[in-house]
């Protein structure tokens, strides 16, 4: 069964340290529907590789700010 993903750039701010990074890395996985999840320390941005019929930017978005994190659709 094949679902159309859909790939979105998030924008995260906060994160000083590869652990802040791992910690966005495993929220934005943990999340129903993400297929693959990319997080740049230096750059401070996620890309992030999704399936929209199972979750949203919203979901997303708020799974890192969960964390204390900032972070906004680019």
């Known amino acids: ?3 159309k993903t859909e790939s979105a750039a998030l924008r995260i701010t906060g ?3 590869a652990h802040c990074k791992a910690n ?3 929220a934005l996985r943990a999340v129903k529907g993400v297929k693959k999840v990319e997080v740049d320390l230096e ?3 996620a890309e ?3 399936v929209p ?3 949203d930017i919203e ?3 708020g799974a890192v700010t969960a964390l204390g994190f900032g972070a906004e659709k680019e």
Do not use: Q
Request: glycine share 4%.
């Open 15 to 17: 994160m000083h340290c």
């Open 24 to 26: 966005v890395e495993s």
């Open 59 to 61: 979901k997303l978005v």
């Open 43 to 45: 750059n401070g941005r």
């Open 1 to 3: 069964m094949f679902e």
């Open 53 to 55: 019929a199972r979750t």
């Open 48 to 50: 992030v590789k999704y």
